[in-house]
């Protein structure tokens, strides 16, 4: 039988792969995307946790939905101004490399 | 929910999220990460969660991964796939990543409810739109009101950072 442990390890695996994902690959949209996952594991354990709390009636706690319609909303935005700050930094630097973006360095 | 279900979608999910960040072209991450999002929403839906399972697919499958693969696009990253890989900084950041994996792991073993299944729904799939709906617009109806704010100034934000500087 599939257990709440179940979704948690895979929930925590995903989350690794974009915290792997974070600190490894130099290209920012790259970077994005590994944040979009790290994202999306937390949602999965809210809904997981969410189907797991069955309340008096019967029926899953959607309080932890609610909050997981919430961050896909927040994230969406984020990967909108993300995503034009990416492009106006190409448009001045000609760049997406994290390493070659050294103008705040001390 | 069938555990073989449960396993191929964990599977297919893991295995292209992993590819997202070993790809070493954006297009092909990009596209990884679309099959990754639509093994997270069948997850979702195994869990009764249909609401939730269907905006992953439309924001995050539709609106998000096109709005990735439009901007990989217009920004013409080949020249990205040459540089060599800075073998210690991977060696490191995959060290901290098994590390935090690890702790997980031992999170959930050491957390007594984790061992135990999902308890039955009395009525399963029937409305959970509906109850969303109604926490949403009551119980939470200032956050509401606040994350439509947030989309405001995102959309206002995108708009003045993309125009170019005409003097």
């Known amino acids: ?106 | 929910m069938s555990p073989f279900l449960f396993w191929i979608f964990a599977l297919l999910m893991l295995m292209f999220g992993a590819a997202v960040i070993i790809n070493r072209n954006p297009v092909a991450s990009a596209l990884s990460l679309v099959v990754s999002f639509l093994g997270l929403a069948a997850l979702f839906i195994s869990l009764d969660a249909y609401f939730i399972g269907i905006i992953q697919v439309l924001v995050y499958a539709g609106a998000i991964m096109v709005l990735f693969l439009f901007i990989i696009m217009l920004l013409d990253l080949r020249v990205e796939e040459l540089r060599k890989i800075n073998w210690i900084a991977t060696a490191g950041g995959l060290a901290v990543a098994l590390a935090l994996m690890v702790q997980i792991f031992a999170v959930v073993e050491s957390f007594p409810a984790a061992k135990q299944t999902f308890p039955p729904l009395v009525r399963p799939g029937s409305d959970d739109v509906h109850r969303i709906g109604l926490l949403l617009f009551n119980n939470y109806n200032l956050p509401f009101q606040i994350i439509g704010i947030v989309i405001l100034v995102a959309t206002v934000g995108v708009i003045l950072l993309s125009r170019r500087e005409t003097r």
Do not use: C, W
């Open chain 1, 1 to 106: 039988m599939i257990t709440l442990g179940h979704y948690l390890v895979v929930s925590g695996i995903l989350f690794a792969i974009g915290f792997a994902g974070v600190m490894v690959r130099r290209n920012i949209i790259i970077i994005l995307m590994a944040l979009e996952l790290m994202l999306n594991a937390a949602n999965l354990s809210l809904v997981a946790f969410s189907r797991f709390h069955v309340d008096a009636t019967g029926a899953p706690s959607y309080n932890a939905q609610v909050f997981v319609f919430f961050i896909i909303t927040v994230a969406a935005a984020e990967v909108a101004v993300g995503l034009a700050i990416i492009v106006a930094l190409f448009r001045l630097r000609q760049t997406t490399h994290v390493e070659d973006i050294t103008k705040l360095k001390f």
